[in-house]
């Protein structure tokens, strides 16, 4: 009597041989779901931030409707942004317990809701709490959550992954602003509120369903790699929220992240009134922004991955430098063209700025609790926005210039390049750390 042909296949302890037969069958997946992950992270970003830069392309129509100063409209981004960074300090930690993909589908309705609710406001004081609260929670619930779950997904391809992802807010820079200032045109700014706040919710919140937390849940590792066999993945290593948040590394990322982010979000707030008021008309002011939009994704696609090979601390130094070089074009630009110049440069670092830190943050600090650690790094960023394009509107409102915002936003960078420098320095071999 014939016997079967013995193979090398013998199911390992604890497994039925069903499940063998299974496993044997199932084709291997021909796209990594850490890509999908990204897509679904990218399309949040791009939802979101796209909605919060229109505002740009509001602040005439808001000020001539309220008979508002500069200053007070300017008031609306920098409480949504207080909001949309300051969250995260909340929304980090609950992603890393409850998951990331429910609190970014409830972010994205809420910025639908927000956006809908400010096309009926009567004043300025509801269009605080509408677009502010709105946009601002929106965001603040969505953002961390996302871009946290991207850096569990990937280790060699961290920085590409993570400025793919982050690129959706170039490209919601891109593409939401001119949409919002032709909607403004021919349908009226309330109309244009309530179309942006539709589309919103239905993409934001749709693709949103696409996020998962970590390759672990469906038997992954990172990057694609097969997972070790007969062997239960390890759960992601690193520091708990407390070591990370009371380490001199963290701190000078703060300092850092804190001091340059005053003058972070000015040119996405008065980039358009600033050009209209050197003579450039409105429609061509507005794709200012779409330029910033332009170099952003340019810096998010080619800046992430370049900081994976030359080392991502000192690509997050030049990221501080250029930021500063680009603002101080700004400062001796009037033209639309040399505008263009600064809003393309701008884009470029501050793109890879975004991209980096995620990253940055999970390479000193580990995966186990990336979410939180970022949220908390992330309400430098909330202080400075809170601050920022307000004040900048002020000083206008009082000298009818922007020379100090930018100046000052010139200033902040090279002082957080300096920090960054220092930390640099300081944690070479050799130097005692």
């Known amino acids: 009597m014939l016997r079967e042909p013995e193979t ?28 999908l992950v990204v897509a679904g992270a990218f399309a949040v970003t791009f939802v979101g931030f796209g909605s919060a830069y229109t505002f740009s392309a509001f602040v005439e129509p808001l000020q001539a409707d309220f008979g508002a ?18 969250l995260g300090v909340v929304s980090g930690p609950l992603a890393d317990r409850w998951g990331s993909r429910r609190l970014a589908v409830l972010g994205m309705l809420l910025t639908g809701l927000g956006m809908a609710i400010a096309s009926v406001a009567g004043s300025l004081t509801q269009i605080y709490l509408a677009y502010g609260l709105g946009v601002g929670l929106g965001v603040g619930l969505s953002y961390v959550p996302v871009i946290g779950a991207v850096q569990r997904w990937f280790v060699r391809r961290r920085g590409f992954a993570s400025g793919l992802a982050v690129s959706g807010i170039g490209v919601g820079t891109l593409v939401m602003p001119p949409l919002a200032s032709l909607l403004i045109q021919t349908l009226g700014w309330r109309t ?59 701190a ?77 074009i700004w400062a001796l630009s009037a033209g639309f063209w040399p505008l263009a110049v600064f809003a393309f440069a701008y ?7 975004v991209a980096l830190l995620p990253a940055l943050v999970m390479d000193h600090f580990g995966g186990r609790n990336v979410s939180g650690i970022i949220g908390i790094l992330y309400t430098s960023v909330a202080f400075g926005t809170l601050i920022g394009p307000s004040a900048a509107g002020f000083a206008f409102d009082v000298s009818r210039s922007y020379m100090l915002p930018i100046l000052a936003g010139i200033a902040g960078n090279l002082v957080a390049a300096a920090i960054v420098g220092a930390m640099s320095r300081a944690e070479r071999p050799g130097n005692g750390q």
């Open 8 to 35: 090398n296949s013998a199911p390992s302890a604890g497994m039925k041989e069903s499940d063998v037969a299974i496993q044997s069958l199932r084709p291997a997946p021909r796209l990594f779901q850490g890509w």
């Open 69 to 86: 100063s500069r200053g007070s409209v300017s008031l609306v981004f920098s409480l949504a942004g207080f909001l949309y960074f300051g």
């Open 192 to 250: 244009a509120y309530l179309v942006l706040g539709g589309l919103a919710a239905a993409i934001g919140a749709g693709m949103a369903l696409l996020i998962e937390n970590d390759p672990r849940d469906r038997g992954l590792a990172p990057d694609g790699d097969p997972p070790v066999s007969g062997h239960q993945a390890m759960p992601p290593q690193g520091f708990s929220v407390r070591q990370a948040v009371t380490s001199r590394r963290f």
């Open 252 to 328: 000078g990322l703060y300092a850092a992240c804190l001091i340059c982010s005053f003058g972070l979000f000015v040119p996405f707030v008065h980039l358009v009134p600033y050009a209209v008021d050197h003579g450039v008309a409105p429609a061509s002011a507005v794709l200012l922004l779409g330029v910033i939009g332009v170099g952003s994704t340019a810096g998010r696609f080619f800046l992430g991955g370049l900081a994976d090979r030359l080392g991502r601390a000192l690509a997050l130094f030049a990221m501080f430098l250029g930021m500063a070089l680009a603002l101080a």
């Open 347 to 353: 884009g470029v670092f501050y793109g890879g700025f």
